[in-house]
């Protein structure tokens, strides 16, 4: 089925420590994004892509690398994991920006950092 | 900078009650307004958006009226259901008028809903 897709679902990592959330879309989406969604916040953007090679940051981006080297891939790295980048993320991504974007959203990657 | 404002919650209803869940915005320009619905467990999925003033978005029975000259969004439904249960998010994408602020959603902090038979 067409959609994004994040892997890992669920994720334990120690202080310290580095992963990658890995995201993929197979709409041909020219934007992708990654937001974090914790408890009373709702949804803040991290970083975000508007095309291939072009990557720029939203509201919390400190702690957080981004590449965009293909249309379909979106990678989100973590370089030094710490107990406050413990969170639900999700990718998300959308056709036409201009004005009226609708967002697709993956399911999902539950990271938790002791 | 934008930033939406809604209910908090949680809202808990019988079925078949009536719903309304309030959505405020300040924004500059003409911004694009949503719902999104978020099932447990689940992603984030539109549930209806509104393009400019007056627009209504509707969907599986919610509406919502885009009022500029209120700032509002809110969202309404007149009978709701046990599979309504959720979280809903008011969000709004910027005018276009600064380079990629257009893509970037705002999001609401969100309003979870429990329908009970």
């Known amino acids: 089925n067409a959609g994004v897709t994040q892997t890992p679902k669920f994720q334990v990592l120690k202080t310290g420590q580095s992963m990658t959330l890995q995201c993929a879309q197979d709409?041909?989406?020219?934007?992708m994004s990654w937001y974090r969604q914790d408890p009373g916040m709702g949804l803040r953007l991290i970083h975000y892509?508007?095309?291939?090679?072009?990557?720029d940051q939203g509201e919390v981006p400190n702690g957080y690398n981004v590449s965009r080297s293909t249309t379909e891939d979106f990678p989100l790295r973590l370089l030094s994991a710490a107990p406050s980048q413990t969170s639900v993320y999700f990718c998300?991504?959308?056709?036409?920006?201009?004005?009226?974007?609708?967002?697709?959203f993956g399911a999902g990657s539950r990271l938790t950092v002791l | 900078g934008d930033s939406v404002t809604q209910m908090e919650g949680p809202v808990t209803l019988s079925e078949e009650a009536f719903l309304t869940i309030n959505c405020t915005y300040t924004?500059?320009?003409?911004?694009?307004l949503f719902w999104y619905v978020q099932y447990p467990g689940e992603g984030l999925q539109l549930l209806l958006k509104?393009?400019?003033?007056?627009d209504k978005g509707s969907n599986k029975g919610f509406e919502a009226t885009y009022r500029k000259e209120t700032t509002s969004f809110h969202l309404e439904k007149g009978s709701v259901q046990v599979s309504d249960s959720a979280v809903y998010f008011c969000?709004?994408?910027?005018?276009?008028?600064?380079?990629?602020?257009?893509?970037?959603?705002?999001f609401g902090k969100g309003t979870l809903l429990t329908v009970n038979p």
């Open positions: 998300a991504s959308s056709y036409d920006g201009a004005g009226a974007n609708v967002l697709t």
């Open positions: 709409m041909n989406h020219e934007y």
């Open positions: 892509s508007v095309g291939a090679g072009i990557t």
């Open positions: 924004a500059t320009g003409y911004p694009s």
């Open positions: 509104a393009t400019k003033a007056d």
């Open positions: 969000a709004l994408s910027g005018s276009g008028n600064s380079g990629g602020s257009n893509y970037k959603l705002t």
